[in-house]
């Protein structure tokens, strides 16, 4: 029987899959989420997300999906998550194909130009948003950035008829730094930090509350939150991945909350493991 069943719980509480449900809105996600629902309702063009690994950059952007559920007839989402290309060619053709163009293309013109041509269709004739995100946007070489800062060129007298969002780690910066005019081109700069101790708290109590844990009593005594917090420093993959491993350990030493003790044991084993 899985642990979580044996806890009453419903689901798995601390998974790392990018599962909405159990999106932690601390401050920063849920300013960040919101400014980038303003950025694309307005059509302000490009959005640049920045944070290091671990720090909710994916689970953000199936969230800011769900922002607009019902809503398919004005906006049309559509995603890369991985921009590891070897050309300029392959990128652009992945990207054709991606809108959902499919002519037979001869040269990187013939797919800007048809790309422009689905945008102006989707964006003017049919007044929709196309929303293109990219998620692990530091993969992004230069002359792919200088491909994308090409199709931002593309707009009305009042809006950009591409809304991109790019989801990056910190490294993309003086990448995009060198790239003239594409800096200033970003409506939205927001850089994502860590959770301090206290969102640490509300997220493990959230998570386990979205799971179906509703037995009153702490399953993480304060000591161990802190330990945990020592050990992730507030980023919420690393808390998900030793909440994970703490609950295993719980159900098999039978004990009634997570403490300081169990969470030491878990550190040990991570040290063997990093050592």
Partial sequence: MSYYKVLNLNKEPFSTSPDPEFFYRSR??????????????????????????????????????????????????????????KTEYQFLTTLAKTFGVLPDFRSTI??????????????????????????????????????????????????????????????????????RNFIDRVSLKYIINPLDIRETKEMIDFRLKQAGYNDGRSLFTDEAIEKIYNFSQGYPRKISLLCHNALEKLVMYDKNAVDEDLINVLLEEERVWVS
């Avoid at 997300?49 to 007839?73: C, H």
């Avoid at 041509?117 to 530091?138: A, H, M, P, R, S």
């Avoid at 491909?147 to 008829?161: G, P, S």
């Fill in 28 to 85: 920063e996600h849920n300013t960040a989420l919101q400014r980038l629902e303003i950025s694309i309702r307005l059509r302000r063009g490009l959005s640049l997300i920045l944070g290091d690994v671990g720090t909710g950059k994916t689970t953000l952007s199936r969230t800011l999906f769900q922002s607009f559920a019902g809503e398919e007839d004005k906006f049309i989402f559509k995603m890369i998550l991985d921009p590891n290309y």
């Fill in 110 to 179: 013939d797919i800007q130009e048809s790309i422009e041509k689905y945008l102006f269709q989707k964006g003017v004739e049919e007044n929709k948003t196309i929303i293109l995100l990219i998620d692990e946007g530091q993969k992004l070489s230069q002359p792919f950035l200088e491909i994308l800062r090409t199709l931002l060129n593309y707009e009305t007298n009042e809006y950009k008829l591409l809304q991109l969002v790019i989801l990056a780690q910190m490294e993309i910066l003086p990448r995009v730094k060198k790239i």
